[in-house]
């Protein structure tokens, strides 16, 4: 197994050839916001906040996708990387309606932290309070199209690691929503294996677990990244 | 002995052919299907076929092209709502898609739109009430030097102004 | 099929064609003002005045001039061809008669019009020329040549070299090197190589590559073969749009005609050399322009890009190393094949060498197509070629590149047309859309309209494109209805750098140009517009 050192934020690390700086960098106690990045399914740099510097590269790098190299340096923090996040989670509470006091994820919403990390008390861009409508219809869980971001991570669990396919994303743009099966109601979809896996994912109150009350809808991500370790890499403790 | 075993082996499940609802449209899409060797990548070449003959998408047909190329129902949703092309609904009888690229509005094609959307009473994207009529906009048709460009029931016309669009679109709601 | 079928073809082709060739363009511009009927009626004529033994009317793709359309050309009766333009069927009669010496009072165009006669053809030399649905015409005037002189005298690394000599760069906007894109892939090691032609022009405002793709689809196959042999594929895929079905339909011809005489397939001339081409439609997504969308597409999924790297070269189509060019890229690869790749490197400029089409649209006298060489001054393309603004009018800026792309001002008209001089002035290159206007437009309504198209055609996958572009457009909307302030504005300029920085793939990278080209010179129409600001003024938008 061959390593590569890198500098990441002026700390030299080693990492393994292969490594995404993300990893690089959590292994070394370096804290990189994320948002669409769940630890068992494949990354897809979407949400951008993992926006990375990498010296002598005028482009910033999503560090959830970008492989370690021999002798890069990577700053994950600066003044204008932090105002960039900063933005990209305005836009996002204005895209929606994202109101904290009422939702089942509060307090553990990585949507949430992410702003009080960052240090966002307001949001400058004009609300556009789009009209969503809430999925109650599956037995056990429910979706709430009003607090999506849209990351993905439920379709790709149902895809990569149940392997049902039941979500999806149709349509495009800030159009874009999640769909069970050919955009019908959860409750009616037939490949859905009731399996919970997405809302586990959820990195916001949009998919939960019915009867939660405001605040309730704490998830036990590693279960998720257990199972892909057990099978993938036959690595049964995780 | 191996007589035995091939009478005593269950028969394959036949392959569904065609359609519970026998329109002859999804045999016809089957075949196409064939064609392509049941590969998945060609989900959008299917489904360029299913709209030119089922004339839009409904869920039937895209319920038959997923189990025929085995892939989850979400999935072909999804593809056939990313692009403009497909429609979910029902078109009019007759299709006006009036071009949007840069050349014709800067020549003029928002007014073609607008007097079309007065009168025929629809926005863009939109079918009248009688069925008469479906307008769309295009992104570029690619017509550029002819601009404004109107395709009418797909045959494309140059240099419209909102007084020949408008006699076009009466044409077909008063036939 | 060996080298001499192909002459024997050729010849035999050549022996058999008439004295007078009229030449009717059957494009989709003219198609729209009924060129098939045009050419209907020209052939009945030419029975009717019994010119059978003389006259062959000949179907051809787009001769450029598409303002002056329906267009008709004549060779073989004066030493230049004759242009007839705004032609009806009821001219067809007139027409062939005048052959004959008879007087008309038909539109006859001047061929030596700065518009053709500043020209210089490689991509669209055969365009106008040839018919498009016959493989003989194209073998008549050398094609398929290139390629037999490729695979049976050079190696795939010199043909690499031949290209990278050419100094061409891709010609879909970024203007790559195209030799050192092919010789990575040429590199990447692998068994399976892909080869896709990227034919999904998808600015508003751009039609060469349907020009090309309708006028000579061989052209381009043989530009995809030849790449082919070079990096080591054996597969190839053309991706147009499916707003081009004349262009689809003769690609099929062409692909079918190719397959038939042994020059796609297997064994090549003979040589171990197979390929084959396939089409994919696209579905409309301006998305799928990005190579990376495009790749999804082929596979049948959403359009949506990922990041970069691995690059295509790498890892591409279905995992495997993939060259994509776009059309005209392709189209350049026949000639530096057969004239050199020195040749090619002395056309043009210092870093941007060869010709590039462009298709010169909007607000201005001669529409169609042109193909220019690389510097040439953009005035000399907008007024002497174009003719400048209709109506007395006066020319106030040039859109290139599309919604990527920028407005350059009149101030800027004799800046040379090359890749780093236009990036100077804030636009692109592009792929060769050149929308002019006049006095009469308002700057900021041009951009909300490249907003909104890049809002509508946004995938959605990353939030700065998504989220983003529409909240450019809301505050150009804002600003367009009077009710924005300075605060509004500095807060559109801090979104256009963060969406430019931020987003995934290059709509979203490029979507903030048009704002930021406008508001760099014609920044007095946006300020025009503001509301004074209550809360007095702007404080700096971020913390």
């Known amino acids: 197994m061959s390593a590569r050192t890198l500098t990441i934020d002026g700390k030299q690390i080693s990492a393994e050839k292969g490594a995404s700086v993300l990893q690089a960098a959590t292994e070394a106690g370096i804290k990189i916001p994320t948002l669409c990045h769940l630890e068992g399914v494949y990354d897809v740099g979407a949400c951008r906040l993992c926006l990375v510097e990498v010296k002598g590269i005028n482009k910033l790098l999503p560090a959830c996708t970008t492989r370690v190299a021999e002798g890069i340096e990577v700053t994950t923090n600066s003044e204008r990387l932090n105002k960039y996040r900063r933005m990209t989670l305005e836009l996002l509470f204005a895209e929606r309606n994202h109101v904290c ?8 919403c990585e949507l949430q932290s992410l702003a009080y990390g960052l240090g966002l008390d307001h949001v400058r861009y004009d609300y556009i309070f789009p009209r969503w409508e809430v999925d109650d219809t599956h037995r056990l869980f429910g979706m ?22 039941t979500k999806n994303v149709a349509g495009r743009g800030a159009k874009s929503k999640i769909i069970t099966d050919l955009n019908q109601k959860w409750g009616d979809s037939e490949s859905c294996t009731e399996c919970g896996k997405c809302v586990m994912s959820c990195p916001t109150g949009a998919l939960f677990k019915k009867g939660s009350a405001v605040g309730e809808s704490e998830r036990d991500r590693t279960k998720l990244e257990f199972i892909v370790n057990a099978r993938e890499k036959k690595q049964w403790n995780a | 002995m191996s007589e035995i075993l091939a009478t005593n082996r269950p028969l394959p499940a036949k392959p569904a052919s065609g359609h519970a609802s026998g329109d002859k449209r999804f045999k016809i899409l089957e075949v196409h299907i064939k064609k392509l060797q049941f590969k998945q990548d060609a989900l959008i070449e299917v489904l360029h076929k299913a709209q030119e003959l089922f004339g839009y ?25 990313f692009y403009h092309f497909f429609t979910l609904k029902p078109q009019g009888e007759h299709t006006c898609v009036v071009c949007m690229g840069t050349a014709c509005y800067v020549k003029g094609a928002d007014k073609v739109v607008a007097a079309i959307e007065k009168f025929a009473k629809i926005k863009s994207g939109e079918t009248t009430a009688n069925n008469k009529l479906s307008l769309l906009t295009a992104r570029c048709i690619g017509a550029c030097g002819i601009a404004p460009a109107v395709t009418y029931d797909g045959q494309v016309a140059a240099k419209q102004s909102p007084e020949d669009a408008l006699a076009k679109v009466k044409s077909w709601m008063e036939a | 099929m060996q080298i001499e079928d192909l002459n024997a073809i050729a010849e035999k082709h050549i022996g058999s064609r008439k004295k ?3 030449r009717t363009c059957m494009s989709a511009g003219c198609m729209s003002s009924r060129a098939d009927a045009i050419k209907k009626n020209l052939e009945t004529a030419v029975k009717e005045q019994g010119l059978d033994a003389e006259v062959e009317v000949r179907r051809v793709g787009c001769m450029g001039f598409c303002g002056q359309g329906p267009l008709v050309g004549i060779d073989g009766v004066k030493e230049k061809e004759i242009l007839f333009e705004h032609i009806k069927p009821e001219d067809a009669n007139a027409i062939i008669a005048s052959l004959k010496g008879v007087e008309s009072n038909l539109e006859i165009g001047d061929p030596d019009h700065p518009f053709f006669a500043k020209q210089t053809k490689i991509v669209r030399a ?12 194209y073998i008549a005037i050398g094609g398929y040549e290139a390629l037999h002189n490729a695979l049976t005298e050079m190696q795939p690394a010199q043909v690499v070299e031949e290209v990278t000599k050419s100094g061409l760069r891709g010609r879909g906007g970024a203007g790559f090197p195209t030799g050192l894109k092919w010789g990575t892939v040429a590199k990447s090691p692998g068994a399976k190589k892909y080869i896709i032609c990227n034919g999904d022009e998808g600015d508003p405002g751009a039609f060469m590559d349907r020009s090309v793709l309708e006028s000579d689809p061989h052209l381009v196959l043989e530009g995809m073969a030849i790449a082919a042999y070079a990096v080591g594929a054996d597969q190839g895929f053309l991706y147009v749009r499916a707003e081009y079905p004349l262009a689809i339909s003769r690609l099929q011809i062409a692909i079918k005609q190719a397959k038939a005489l042994g020059l796609l397939g297997a064994g090549i001339f003979e040589t171990p050399f197979n390929f084959n081409v396939d089409i994919r439609i696209g579905a409309g997504a301006f998305v799928c322009g990005e190579e990376t969308a495009l790749m999804m597409s082929v596979e049948g999924k959403r359009g949506t890009p990922r990041p970069r790297p691995p690059f295509p070269a790498e890892s591409g189509l279905f995992g495997c190393p993939t060259l994509i060019n776009n059309v005209e890229s392709f189209a350049n690869i026949t000639a530096i094949i057969k004239k050199g790749g020195d040749w090619y490197a002395s056309i043009g400029t210092e870093k941007s060498k060869g010709t590039k089409v462009f298709a010169l649209t909007g607000k201005i006298n001669n529409t169609g197509l042109i193909e220019v060489p690389m510097g040439i001054p953009l005035r000399q393309i907008v007024e002497e070629m ?3 603004a209709p109506d007395g009018r006066k020319i106030k800026s040039v859109q290139t590149g599309g919604p990527s792309g920028g407005c350059i001002p009149a101030e800027f008209l004799d800046t040379p047309v090359d890749f780093e001089s236009l990036a100077k002035l804030g636009s692109i290159m592009g792929s060769g859309g050149m929308v002019v206007m006049d006095d009469t437009t308002n700057m900021v309504e041009i951009a909300k309209f490249y907003m909104e198209f890049c809002k509508d055609e946004s995938c959605g996958k990353c939030i700065p494109c998504r989220a983003g572009t529409a909240q450019m457009e809301n505050l150009l909307n804002k600003i367009i209805a009077r009710q924005a302030t300075q605060r509004d504005l500095a807060k559109l300029e801090e979104l256009c750098d963060m969406v430019k920085n931020t987003s995934l793939c290059g709509l979203g990278q490029t979507a903030p140009n048009p704002v930021l080209s406008t508001l760099k010179y014609f920044r007095n129409e946006y300020e025009e517009l503001l509301q004074p600001d209550k809360f007095g003024p702007a404080a700096t938008a971020t913390k």
């Open chain 1, 144 to 165: 709430d199209h009003n607090r999506c971001i849209l990351c993905t991570r439920c379709v790709r669990s149902c895809w990569h690691i149940e392997g049902a396919g």
């Open chain 3, 126 to 137: 055969n365009g106008g020329i040839i018919d498009p649905e016959k493989i003989e015409d």
């Open chain 3, 386 to 388: 174009g003719g400048g």
């Open chain 2, 57 to 81: 998408l409904e869920d039937d047909v895209l319920l038959f092209v997923s189990h025929h190329l085995k892939l989850p129902p979400s999935r072909v949703y999804g593809v056939a709502t």
């Open chain 1, 101 to 108: 006091a009422v939702c089942v994820a509060n307090g553990h």
């Open chain 3, 20 to 22: 007078i060739i009229v």
